[in-house]
C-alpha cells in the first residue's frame, strides 16, 4: 500500500491532529493516538488521518464519529469500499484490515472505546439525533489475521 505517495487529510483540524501525533509519543489530547492510510474511493490516492483508538484483543477500535455529524467521515466511507488499510501506531507500521462492528460485538466494543474517550457518547448522542448511527470500526492487523 505504500509504494504510493499518501496525503494527509486537507481538513484543518485532522491535519493539526496528524502533525501532534507526530510531534509526541503517539497521543492526541492525552488519548492513545494512531495514524490510519485508506485508499480513496473516489481518487484513488492513499489518504492519511490521525484518530483516537480503543483496543481489544490485540484490534484497534477506530469510532466513525466525525465530531457527532450527520455524515459520515471520509475515512470511513474509503475504507467501506477497501478495508484493506495501513497503520501506525507509535513506531510499528502495519498492514491490517477493516471491518464496521454489527449488534453484539458493536455493544461490547463500544464500551471499550468510550472509555478511552468518553466524548464519543456525546457524539452518539449528537448524530442519532440528526439520523445518522455512528459506525464503530475493528482494525485487525495482518498478524493476528494469521
Do not use: C
Request: aromatic content about 8%.
Amino acid at each position: 500500500m505504500t509504494t504510493d505517495e499518501v496525503f494527509d487529510s486537507p481538513t484543518g483540524w485532522v491535519a493539526k491532529h496528524i502533525q501532534r501525533y507526530e510531534q509526541s509519543d503517539g497521543t492526541y489530547m492525552g488519548v492513545p493516538s494512531l495514524l490510519l492510510t485508506t485508499r480513496g474511493r473516489r481518487s484513488g490516492k492513499l489518504r492519511r488521518t490521525a484518530l483516537m483508538y480503543g483496543e481489544d484483543a490485540g484490534r484497534y477500535l477506530l469510532v466513525a464519529s466525525n465530531g457527532g455529524s450527520a455524515t459520515h467521515p471520509a475515512w470511513y466511507l474509503n475504507l467501506t469500499e477497501n478495508p484493506d488499510v495501513e497503520v501506525q501506531v507509535r513506531d510499528d507500521k502495519f498492514a491490517a484490515r477493516a471491518h464496521t462492528a454489527e449488534g453484539e460485538e458493536r455493544d461490547r466494543l463500544w464500551t471499550i472505546a468510550a472509555k478511552a474517550f468518553p466524548t464519543y457518547d456525546k457524539y452518539l448522542v449528537t448524530a442519532r439525533a440528526k439520523g445518522r448511527e455512528i459506525p464503530l470500526v475493528v482494525i485487525t492487523p495482518s498478524r493476528v489475521q494469521d
